[in-house]
């Protein structure tokens, strides 16, 4: 039997009205088995998630070494969606022992993960399924990574009994014994982990949206919906900016070739985008699947006279970032010139200054230079490298528009094109792309 591993968003557990569209989904398909929650998000323009309201919690925890003010949004918003709900749950137990382990573990990690414990319990009585906590089930190792082993284990010990279990995204244990979050958007990654763990056949993932589009729809006005995307190109435009599924979801399930179904929990009817393995991947017909695109990111371009015939140039130039912890995005190259692309929020303050200072120590360039305020735009595709002219049609199109672009780099695999331009040219950008290869 096919078997289906469903997560829905924070937006489909805003409140008790989407919870019950929730657990129609659920229950109009026997295949979706397993489900793994959020926290509560949005129910309106101008309101606040509930991950949010328990960092407010949390920052209360550490000024006062109590919470009660910030919390009391927090059991308002629960309480209102029990109400709705009209389930048999005693809520305000559950919200009492809740707020006293906030006081007692005063973790950041814990207080954040308390939005997904709560949903899934909740989701739990209104399904009558089992409710298995995530931090019995999902481990991290000392360095921080997820113990696979031991997790694919303990979720499939506590499934044996066969019947349908609601489990908390976002979060597990650490080595530590303590509550540990994944990062923002991590509840994907956990669904991926349960889809992999229960060697499930589908991945769906439930949001508020119909699929990935080609592009930002607040930047291009209704672009076209991407029928399937690649693993990679999914990490490519994830990663850029199209936040519809968290770009480290797709590490569990691709290692299981399973496929992820992006769903809209308001629009069940629609289609949405299949994210698939290159074995089973099939392209419609386009150059080019999507463009996304990410501001703030600093250029240092560093020039030496036989940079190609000094060993080692590179190498001395990376352990000045290794050794002030920052991460690189993209190394764009010549014979006699190197570029090393960061984020900005990763250099700011004092340490921009010292990285330069230690480029010039240990690599004597011959110049430095920092271009700051510069926008990554993706041009992403598996057809691009079967098509002529690809960056012709690409930097004509930039051409047209009028914008000059700063930096250029595509990767040996040819599934994309990246250029840095201004910030201000951002969206720019991106639309001239967009027109010219989706009309």
Not at 295 to 318: A, C, D, P, Q, Y
Not at 325 to 342: L, R
Not at 400 to 408: H, L, P, Q, T, Y
């Amino acid at each position: 039997m096919t078997l289906k591993v469903c997560k829905f968003g924070g937006t489909s557990m805003a409140d008790g009205n989407t919870m019950q569209t929730v657990r129609k989904i659920i229950e109009s398909d026997e295949k979706r088995k397993y489900v793994v929650v959020s926290a509560p998000g949005k129910r309106f323009n101008g309101d606040t998630k509930v991950t949010d309201l328990l960092y407010a919690c949390y920052n209360e925890l550490k000024e006062t070494g109590d919470c009660k003010q910030s919390f009391a949004k927090v059991r308002a918003r629960f309480e209102s969606i029990i109400k709705e709900l009209n389930i048999d749950f005693d809520v305000k137990s559950v919200l009492d022992e809740t707020e006293k382990r906030l006081v007692e573990e005063h973790s950041a990690d814990f207080t954040a993960s308390r939005g997904e414990y709560l949903s899934a319990r909740i989701m739990a009585v209104l399904l009558g399924a089992k409710f298995i906590d995530s931090e019995d089930v999902v481990f991290f190792k000392e360095d921080g990574q997820l113990d696979d082993l031991a997790t694919y284990r303990a979720i499939s010990q506590a499934v044996a009994d066969g019947g349908c279990a609601v489990f908390p995204g976002f979060y597990g244990k650490g080595a530590d014994g303590k509550v540990k979050t994944f990062s923002r958007g991590g509840s994907d990654i956990s669904g991926a982990i349960v889809a992999r763990a229960v060697n499930a056949s589908v991945y769906e993932n439930w949001t508020d949206v119909s699929g990935f589009l080609a592009c930002d729809p607040r930047i291009v006005e209704n672009p076209k919906r991407i029928k399937n995307l690649s693993y990679k190109e999914l990490r490519e435009l994830s990663y850029m900016g199209a936040n519809v599924l968290h770009s480290e979801s797709i590490f569990p399930v691709r290692k299981a070739n399973i496929p992820i179904i992006i769903k809209n929990t308001f629009r069940p009817e629609d289609e949405g985008t299949a994210i698939l393995p290159i074995t089973q991947y099939k392209p419609d017909g386009n150059i080019v699947t999507g463009i996304a695109g990410k501001k703030n990111f600093t250029v240092i371009l560093i020039e030496k006279n036989h940079m190609n015939s000094e060993i080692g140039f590179i190498r001395k130039v990376l352990s000045v970032l290794e050794r002030e912890g920052v991460s690189i995005e993209h190394i764009p190259s010549g014979i006699d010139t190197m570029s090393v692309v960061v984020d900005s929020d990763e250099i700011e303050g004092y340490k921009l200054e010292q990285i330069i200072e230690g480029i010039k120590n240990e690599a004597e360039p011959d110049v430095i230079r920092v271009m700051e305020n510069v926008a990554l735009i993706a041009t992403v595709g598996h057809g691009m490298s079967s098509s002529i002219g690809t960056s012709a049609r690409l930097f004509k199109a930039m051409s047209e528009a009028n914008i000059n672009a700063k930096m250029i780099d595509q990767g040996s695999s040819e599934l994309n094109i990246i250029v840095g331009v201004k910030n201000e040219d951002c969206e720019k950008c991106i639309a001239a792309i967009y027109h010219e290869f989706f009309g």
